[in-house]
């Protein structure tokens, strides 16, 4: 069946350091590609998101393109702050039901 | 100001008993979901409802009940046969239930926990 794996945490930085996460997916079709932010204690934000293939989603600095070649959706930031300190969830939602299936999330730590 | 709400955010109960978690949205979304989140894991989908008076389960749906009864409203009933109820409880909603393109939107979560 479809699923998501990204990589496993913490990732620990500095502010102002540059971040990638990696995701990549396997999956039936065409699916709708997420990232997912969660706060501690909160419910999840969307952060981005792509529906087709070479799509790039981006916000608030972070930046994600589907990779249809090699099945990934990678997480970038430039720079990133203390206040990006979080847990990120890739996803993917495919098929007649928009069904999400999530990684099991990043846990990111940036110390100043 | 639209959005999702969940009650309570703590929730104590006893080895046994039913509980019910409350899910509210405004968005007039039709589609609605419910999933359970535990340490270290990813999200997993317990139900799901495309429309009003209907319901499918998901991918942990045993010891679980839902019901769909308006378009503002779906209710998780975590049963005494939930073998380890204890977890975090999210609550999502989508436009539109049948389009994968379609973000969900996630209310601020119950934490549960059963002694």
């Known amino acids: 069946g479809d699923s998501v794996t990204q990589m496993e945490g913490p990732v620990t930085l500095s502010e102002e350091a540059f971040l990638t996460i990696n995701c990549t997916y396997t999956?039936?079709?065409?699916?709708?590609l997420f990232w997912y932010v969660q706060y501690p204690g909160e419910g999840l934000q969307l952060l981005l998101k792509?529906?087709?293939?070479?799509d790039k989603g981006s916000n608030k600095g972070f930046e994600a393109t589907y990779r249809k070649e090699t099945t990934s959706f990678h997480l970038e930031k430039g720079s990133v702050q203390v206040s990006d300190s979080a847990v990120y969830f890739c996803?993917?939602?495919?098929?007649?039901?928009?069904?999400?299936?999530f990684g099991t999330g990043t846990l990111l730590a940036v110390q100043p | 100001d639209g959005g999702i709400t969940q009650s309570p955010k703590y929730l104590f109960r006893k080895e046994g008993q039913n509980v019910t978690l409350s899910c509210e949205q405004n968005?007039?979304?039709?589609?609605m979901y419910w999933y359970r989140q535990d340490p270290g894991q990813g999200l997993r989908l317990i139900y799901y409802?495309?429309?009003?008076?209907?319901?499918q389960k998901g991918d942990i749906a045993e010891g679980y009940s839902v019901s769909r009864e308006k378009k503002e409203s779906f209710p998780l009933t975590v049963t005494s046969a939930q073998k380890n109820p204890t977890a975090f409880y999210l609550c999502?909603?989508?436009?539109?239930?049948?389009?994968?393109?379609?973000?969900?939107?996630f209310g601020p979560g119950t934490r549960l926990t059963v002694t």
């Open positions: 409802s495309q429309i009003v008076n209907d319901f």
């Open positions: 996803a993917l939602s495919g098929g007649a039901t928009n069904k999400l299936i």
């Open positions: 968005l007039n979304h039709d589609a």
């Open positions: 999502a909603s989508s436009i539109d239930g049948r389009r994968e393109s379609y973000e969900q939107y």
């Open positions: 999956a039936t079709g065409y699916p709708s």
């Open positions: 792509a529906t087709k293939a070479d």
